[in-house]
């Protein structure tokens, strides 16, 4: 019997390619023989009373925060927090409204799918992607609308771009509002000088994914609770994650995390110092090359590539001639992700690739524009209705069932009980959708 995996991830790794993606450990870790499960003395991700909760209280002094591993990545602890907010809005005799910036990831969705909180969103920014979320904007929603249990935002965004997470958490909390951040992208904020991340800019709840930012293994990902949220958190925590976990958490994964915690609190900062200083350089010189640049956070270097005669897959296509692997791409970025593991020869590898890929005339084809579409019932009540696969130029007006997402970015264009307009079609097509999973009923 053949063994695909194996074969894939033995010859991938000894082809010695440059990785610009996740996860952030670069390929280095491998320990299989520490494979275990919770043996005596192993102590349990969902008790946590021994080695893990020992583990957890240093992760907890690092980051300042009551913080948790999760062993299945942000999605793991978005549903858990996701869950926890639901249940303290029912304690609090409050209606579990949650608001959330549009360019939030599969896993809020799949969150309202299962809970069933109500999900009422606060708009997109320049592109699906990002959010161009203000705290004026907040404010003003705030003031005249039902106070929601928590405001959602999605910080660092797939292309690096932030908000202003400490002006957003000042006008929550006037408002009596938690303020829950996927941070899965910005795990190492908290190492740069000053801190950038959410718990220590006023976030009640982060989720940070390990894995894609620190040198962590594939699934390590953390839930931060800051230390001045509810007590009903912290002790609901464990509970709650059992609740949509596997009830075998990875060992490796676990081992992973607890191995990082005396790097992260000793020399990480000044590793992450230094990777941030050389981005910054490369961006520069990529900008003075003429690549036009997404602004954002430093840890990721965000190509518009259409200003230089690409779209994201062809430039992705130039770069793998080099044997360079790209995070993500799509029709217009192309985003790269190096991290404190990535090698001077490997930055140095990139730039004379990127350099040596001629220009070309202005790719000027651009999305069509669209509007968030019209809520016709919940994702939950969507999702749970019988449904038929439909080729999307059959889908003008249905509604939709199953949010249809690619992954990366998992972030959807049209979420599940939406009415699908003749404007989203293009849309569609643009991004490579071409069927859609919408209600029966209505054949
Ligand atoms: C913005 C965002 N949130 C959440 C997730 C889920 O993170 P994980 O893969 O650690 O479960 C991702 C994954 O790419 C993401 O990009």
């Known amino acids: 019997m053949n063994t695909p995996i194996?074969?894939?991830?033995?010859?991938?790794?000894?082809?010695?390619?440059?990785?610009?993606?996740?996860?952030?450990h670069k390929g280095i870790a491998e320990r299989d023989s520490h494979d275990l499960t919770e043996i005596v003395g192993a102590d349990c991700l969902f008790v946590a009373d021994g080695i893990i909760g020992e583990s957890e209280k240093n992760?907890?002094?690092?980051?300042?925060?009551?913080?948790?591993?999760?062993a299945e990545g942000s999605s793991l602890s978005i549903k858990t927090a996701l869950y926890l907010l639901t249940l303290y809005a029912r304690e609090k005799g409050r209606k579990p409204l949650i608001l959330s910036a549009r360019n939030a990831h599969r896993a809020f969705i799949s969150s309202a799918i299962l809970i069933d909180f109500d999900v009422e969103w606060l708009g997109w920014g320049s592109d699906y992607l990002s959010?161009?979320?203000?705290?004026?904007?907040?404010?003003?929603?705030?003031?005249?609308?039902?106070?929601?249990v928590a405001v959602y935002i999605t910080s660092p965004d797939y292309l690096g771009g932030m908000v202003d997470i400490g002006a957003i958490a000042?006008?929550?909390?006037?408002?009596?509002?938690?303020?829950?951040?996927?941070?899965a992208h910005g795990a190492y904020l908290k190492f740069l000088s000053p801190s950038c991340h959410p718990i220590d800019l006023g976030a009640d709840i982060s989720v940070d994914s390990a894995h894609k930012t620190l040198p962590a293994l594939?699934?390590?990902?953390?839930?931060?609770?800051?230390?001045?949220?509810?007590?009903?958190?912290?002790?609901r925590v464990k509970d709650a994650m059992a609740l949509f976990a596997s009830t075998s958490p990875s060992y490796l994964i676990l081992e992973s995390m607890d191995r990082l915690n005396p790097y992260l609190a000793g020399t990480f900062s000044r590793d992450l110092q230094s990777i941030v200083c050389k981005i910054a350089d490369i961006k520069?010189?990529?900008?003075?090359?003429?690549?036009?640049?997404?602004?954002?956070?430093?840890?990721?270097?965000t190509i518009k590539t259409k200003s230089y005669g690409y779209t994201g897959e062809e430039l992705s296509n130039e770069l793998q001639k080099s044997n360079i692997y790209v995070e993500f791409f799509d029709s217009d970025y192309l985003t790269l992700m190096p991290s404190t593991a990535t090698m001077d020869e490997e930055l140095d590898r990139l730039t004379s690739a990127l350099f040596s890929i001629e220009r070309r005339p202005v790719i000027s084809a651009a999305v069509p524009a669209f509007a968030i579409p019209e809520r016709v019932m919940s994702p939950r009540a969507a999702s749970m209705t019988p449904s038929v696969l439909l080729p999307i130029d059959k889908c003008v007006g249905r509604v939709l069932s199953e949010t249809s997402v690619f992954c990366p970015p998992a972030v959807p264009i049209i979420v599940s009980g939406e009415r699908i307009g003749e404007d989203l079609i293009p849309v569609l097509a643009y991004y490579g959708i071409s069927a859609l999973r919408v209600l029966k009923d209505e054949t």
Not at 284 to 301: A, C, N, P, W
């Open 59 to 70: 992760l907890s002094s690092i980051y300042g925060a009551d913080s948790f591993y999760s």
């Open 131 to 148: 959010s161009s979320l203000t705290a004026e904007a907040l404010e003003a929603r705030l003031a005249s609308g039902e106070c929601p």
């Open 218 to 235: 594939t699934g390590a990902g953390y839930l931060h609770l800051n230390k001045s949220i509810d007590g009903f958190f912290k002790e």
């Open 284 to 301: 520069q010189k990529l900008t003075d090359f003429g690549f036009t640049l997404v602004r954002g956070e430093s840890m990721k270097i």
């Open 170 to 183: 000042e006008v929550c909390h006037r408002h009596g509002t938690l303020l829950m951040v996927d941070n």
């Open 6 to 24: 194996c074969d894939f991830l033995e010859s991938y790794a000894t082809a010695s390619p440059v990785r610009m993606h996740m996860p952030g």
